[in-house]
């Protein structure tokens, strides 16, 4: 599972903006024709979240009139493993994870949640349910909304109240929520953690999390829906100068993994670290993708590996420094997207070597007029998994840099670019071995530059 820590600052917006539903089950009013009888789907709530499908198969006996305007497959996990789904047929019919609570403290906590998304927008507006407990069970719940946006999950700090007297219906809209970070469940147990502030404006997945208690006499507690809907907004996202991968990750960059030798050396020279693009790497780059790497480093002869992987491609370079060893180095691209090349801000997806416990920080590179610049932030990840950061022009103040030459290079004074004409970007990384490491450097799934506007106001990024 990939770790993320979000960082993001982002500018005014000047944007397209269309609403429409990216997700349904049911209806408000209710639906009779989503199942003809109860249908009961054995062993499907886990205790680890992993995108298991809790649904029967969409077809003549579940959703047979889902077509494009439905979204019936559920995905969940919860604090009770080896549960049913129902599927009930009913006036109106409804979906509900049923649990025997009598010896798990009478409580039960669940996520469930919808990836395969209608339509284009992904900028979140608006949430709805209507939600009951067991009948007859004397259920007391609440459910949260929940989002995933680049690999982190967000829960509403809002709560909203629901029993077994019947359908409880909420609605709340964008602008009424805040947020905290939420880590889903893993062995049972999910963490609501910090309060953050989530753009939610490339959203990949939506739902909602519920924790139900009995009044510790009756032994069965659910959440029983019968509709749930998520709408958004499509916005059209920045030009891309610079974009290598995807912040959902892309699959088809290398078929199997290639190890490019002895091409990272101590000076910058442009040296170019990838392989020719073609039929083994980045055969669709087009005109939407920057396949080709530049870069030098503190340490030569280093090989840059492209890795193959079944979630999301990565480049990395690595190199042996030893126990508490140190890597710096920095990787950039010269062939832009955009022929107006004001630069407007930067995302990426970077971890240290897995299995090194390498501390890294990450800056980003602009070169203009022949002259470099460094941010003067910079930017955490670690071994353990995958950190996501991504920030505006605005945020960003920066320092004069000289390229590496033999081995050394020079973050020097204030500086104040108007980075309107750049001609080269990317980031600079700075890597630590553990002190039982030997191995030092980085691994990115995604790096993009995003374009500024043409009047200078920052277009959001994603």
């Known amino acids: 599972m990939r770790k993320f820590i979000a960082v993001s600052v982002v500018a005014l917006a000047v944007v397209c903006a269309q609403a429409e539903t990216i997700v349904q089950w049911g209806s408000e009013s209710g639906e009779t024709d989503i199942v003809t009888a109860d249908q009961v789907v054995a062993n499907v709530m886990q205790t680890t979240w992993d995108g298991d499908t809790l649904t029967p198969t969409v077809g003549e006996d579940y959703y047979p009139n889902a077509g494009s305007v439905r979204t019936p497959i559920i995905y969940g996990a919860g604090s009770i493993g080896n549960e049913e789904v129902d599927i009930l047929d009913g006036s109106p019919d409804s979906f509900r994870t049923d649990v025997n609570v009598g010896s798990y403290g009478y409580n039960y906590k669940g996520m469930l949640v919808w990836k395969d998304l209608l339509g284009t927008g992904r900028s979140v507006t608006d949430f709805a349910i209507a939600v009951q407990g067991r009948a007859g069970n004397e259920n007391s719940g609440t459910i949260r909304w929940l989002v995933q946006e680049a690999g982190q999950w967000y829960i509403s700090s809002q709560t909203y109240a629901y029993d077994s007297n019947g359908y409880s219906t909420h609605a709340a809209n964008i602008s009424s929520l805040s947020w905290n970070e939420f880590t889903p469940f893993n062995s049972g147990t ?32 659910n959440a029983e829906v019968k509709y749930f809907k998520c709408d958004a907004d499509y916005v059209a996202p920045p030009p891309s100068l610079v974009q290598w991968g995807s912040d959902v990750g892309e699959t088809d960059i290398v078929a199997v993994d290639q190890g490019i030798l002895n091409l990272m050396q101590t000076t910058w020279d442009g040296d170019l670290l990838t392989p020719t693009p073609g039929v083994n790497y980045y055969p669709n780059a087009a005109s939407e993708r920057t396949p080709n790497i ?6 030569g002869n280093e090989e840059v590996l492209i890795m193959n992987s079944a979630s999301a491609d990565s480049f990395s370079t690595i190199a042996n420094v030893g126990p508490s060893g140190n890597y710096k180095g920095m990787l950039v691209w010269k062939d832009f997207l955009e022929s107006f090349r004001k630069v407007g801000g930067f995302c990426i997806i970077v971890r240290g070597p897995e299995n090194n416990n390498n501390a890294v920080t990450v800056r980003w590179l602009v070169e203009q007029d022949d002259q470099w610049y460094i941010s003067a932030q910079t930017y955490a990840c670690d071994s353990s998994g995958y950190a996501y950061h991504t920030v505006d022009i605005s945020a960003v103040s920066w320092k004069l840099f000289t390229p590496f030459a033999s081995g050394t290079a020079v973050i020097g004074a204030d500086a104040t670019p108007t980075l309107s004409n750049a001609t080269a970007a990317g980031f600079y990384f700075d890597a630590t071995s553990g002190s039982a490491s030997n191995f030092a450097g980085v691994d990115a799934q995604y790096f993009k530059v995003t374009q500024a506007s043409a009047e200078g106001t920052v277009i959001s990024i994603h």
Do not use: Q
Not at 203 to 214: E, K, L, R
């Open 190 to 221: 999910a963490t609501i953690g910090a309060s953050a502030s989530p753009e939610l404006d490339n959203v990949t997945a939506v739902g909602f999390y519920f924790d139900v208690s009995t009044d510790g006499i009756s032994n069965f507690a």
């Open 294 to 299: 530049y870069g030098a480093g503190t340490v």
